[in-house]
């Protein structure tokens, strides 16, 4: 069965410092991947997403993330994060052919002036 | 904004009550996701409709029912609330399912309140 695994309830960084949000996902076939984003106070937005092709997924917001599929990971990365990037970051997956994404418990990205 | 709208914003209600949450996809989308995000259950997927008809479904209590309507709105209908039912709940729509990764585009949500 599918499972989602973010392996930081919360991560402080100091902003201009780089950051890495840690997702790993457990699955037998091919899946399609995704990170959306939670601001406060609001629904959540689609910041990237892996189909197919280049293991290298660029988002908006100077995000990105890199599929890795014998560690069956996707991690996110932002070589600078602003407060403004304070958020939630909840990683997902889904089968391909399968209608039901599975999502993580989240991230809490906390940034330190 | 996403282009999902989400009626209404605050809902406080009593426990045993019955209350109806709405949702308009975006224009276009034929599948419409609700779900449930508690702090302590995290963000929950409820169920799928596409185009009028039940996709899929999480976990969704048996006092929960929805539907999605001939004009593509849904409506999540909540009953004999307990105080555990307080949340936020999020609809999202999708251009036709996610077996093709796709995005799905998230309402502002409903907190409800059970008192």
């Known amino acids: 069965a599918q499972s989602v695994t973010q392996l930081d309830s919360q991560v402080p960084v100091f902003e201009e410092a780089p950051v890495e949000l840690r997702c790993n996902y457990s699955s037998s076939v091919s899946v399609y991947l995704f990170w959306y984003v939670q601001y406060p106070n609001q629904g959540l937005q689609l910041l990237l997403k892996?189909?197919?092709?280049s293991t290298l997924v660029k988002g908006i917001n100077g995000f990105e993330a890199e599929f890795n599929k014998s560690q069956t990971s996707f991690h996110l990365r932002k070589p600078s994060v602003h407060i403004s990037d304070t958020a939630e970051y909840f990683c997902?997956?889904?089968?391909?052919?399968?209608?039901?994404?599975?999502w993580g418990a989240g991230t809490k990205l906390i940034i330190k002036p | 904004d996403s282009g999902v709208t989400q009626t209404p914003k605050h809902l406080i209600t009593a426990t045993g009550q019955r209350v109806t949450l709405r949702c308009s996809p975006r224009s276009g989308d034929l599948s419409v996701y609700w779900y449930q995000q508690s702090l302590d259950q995290g963000l929950q997927f409820l169920i799928q409709y596409y185009n009028g008809e039940e996709r899929a479904k999480g976990n969704i209590l048996e006092r929960f029912s929805a539907q999605q309507f001939p004009d593509l709105h849904s409506e999540l209908n909540l009953s004999s609330l307990e105080l555990g039912d307080s949340a936020l709940y999020f609809c999202?729509?999708?251009?036709?399912?996610?077996?093709?990764?796709?995005?799905?585009?998230f309402g502002p949500g409903t907190r409800l309140l059970v008192l």
């Open positions: 997902a997956v889904s089968e391909v052919d399968n209608y039901q994404l599975i």
């Open positions: 999202a729509s999708s251009a036709s399912s996610q077996g093709n990764g796709e995005t799905q585009y």
């Open positions: 892996y189909l197919s092709g």
